[in-house]
């Protein structure tokens, strides 16, 4: 049976790519009635520094931003990683699964560690064990994300065959990662060779949720683009970035694909193109907006929203990390 699972790190404000990427797409699966369970990764989160002050409210929010976005928590499970413990207890199995090799090569960990790999944390290092716990405590079959998280989905798959292969045993699934639509990929507004991001210290290379309206489009005014007008076929857009990224968010927006976009879009200079996305984005953004402010001034029903979803997982992830004990050879 197919379950969905997918995580976000409550680490400052959410973006567009977020948005587009992931939170957008995760009420598709619980609309389809699959059993979907999403979660706040705070355990990811401080694998860099965090104030604590600030990981609760953003943890919060994050919650707030799922409800917002179209997640019911009476028809999908919402969670906050810590407080399912089976997250970091299985994390531990698959540290000791996982080779140094794998996690040396994920690109996320060095570009986020840098030069300086002696000084990151070794939670860094670990982290895409940890995601593979998240997902696979739950034998869950389908990951929503965007783009970025590709690498990290084909080594959660390469750990379940290990351990599949290790015990042999026919336990684990192997997950398939489900990344589609117009705007897997986010780009930044202000270069289009790099990715959305919250990390960018650009705060006009990004959309945040809680941008207010002239904010948005005054970002959306000023993103770069090229001289030409915008081309009435996909390819016309093929060595043009930033007109790319700015064709797929306004595709993404409106649930439409690329082509019907450009059929009717084709042919305009940005001057005309801009408004239009600016309003598209307002129009679309602005009632998640509001709605995360609403729910954020309850923090007391959000926890109870949280405290209810843990419950709820810990009946699915407390006999499989019992199972997997089991098979490892832990007494008890
Ligand atoms: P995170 O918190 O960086 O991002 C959350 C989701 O947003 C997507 N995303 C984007 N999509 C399109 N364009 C962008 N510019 C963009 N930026 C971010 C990400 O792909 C992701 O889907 N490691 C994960 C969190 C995680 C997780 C998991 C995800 C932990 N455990 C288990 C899935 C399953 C992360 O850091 O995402």
Redesign the pocket.
């Known amino acids: 049976t197919p379950r969905v699972?997918?995580?976000?790190?409550p680490s400052g404000d959410l973006h567009l790519?977020?948005y587009?990427?992931?939170l957008k797409r995760f009420a598709d699966a619980q609309d389809q009635g699959i059993q979907s369970i999403y979660?706040m990764?705070d355990l990811?989160a401080i694998t860099v520094p965090q104030k604590p002050e600030d990981l609760k409210r953003s943890t919060r929010e994050l919650c707030a931003g799922f409800i917002a976005s179209g997640i019911d928590p009476q028809k999908s499970i919402l969670i906050n990683q810590s407080q399912v413990p089976e997250h970091a207890q299985l994390a531990w199995i698959f540290n000791c699964v996982a080779r140094m090799g794998w996690m040396g090569r994920m690109t996320q960990w060095k570009d986020k560690a840098g030069k300086n790999a002696e000084a990151a944390s070794l939670g860094l290092f670990a982290y895409p064990a940890?995601?593979a716990a998240?997902?696979l405590v739950y034998h869950a079959t389908h990951?929503p994300?965007?783009?970025?998280?590709k690498q990290?989905l084909e080594l959660t798959r390469d750990i379940a065959a290990k351990f599949n292969h290790d015990y042999g045993v026919d336990f684990f699934p192997l997950t398939e990662p489900v990344i589609e639509g117009a705007?897997?990929?986010?780009?930044s507004l202000r270069d289009g060779s790099k990715?959305?991001?919250k990390s960018d210290p650009s705060d006009a290379s990004r959309i945040n949720l809680s941008d207010d309206a002239d904010t948005i489009a005054k970002k959306i005014r000023k993103a770069k683009t090229d001289p030409d007008a915008l081309p009435s076929e996909a390819k016309g857009l093929e060595a043009r970035p930033e007109a790319r990224n700015l064709v797929n968010i306004y595709a993404a927006l409106s649930d439409q694909s690329v082509e019907q976009v450009l059929s009717e879009v084709g042919g305009q200079q940005f001057g005309t193109f801009k408004p239009l996305l600016a309003e598209l984005a307002v129009t679309k953004m602005s009632p998640i907006t509001s709605e995360m402010t609403r729910l954020m001034a309850d923090p007391a029903e959000i926890d109870r929203i949280l405290a209810h979803g843990a419950a709820q997982a810990r009946e699915i992830t407390a006999p499989i990390l019992r199972k997997t004990y089991e098979i490892v050879g832990m007494v008890g």
């Open positions: 699972f997918s995580g976000i790190q790519g977020n587009l990427g992931a979660c990764v990811h940890l995601m998240d997902i990951v994300v965007g783009e970025d998280q990290h705007a897997t990929r986010v780009m990715k959305m991001s």
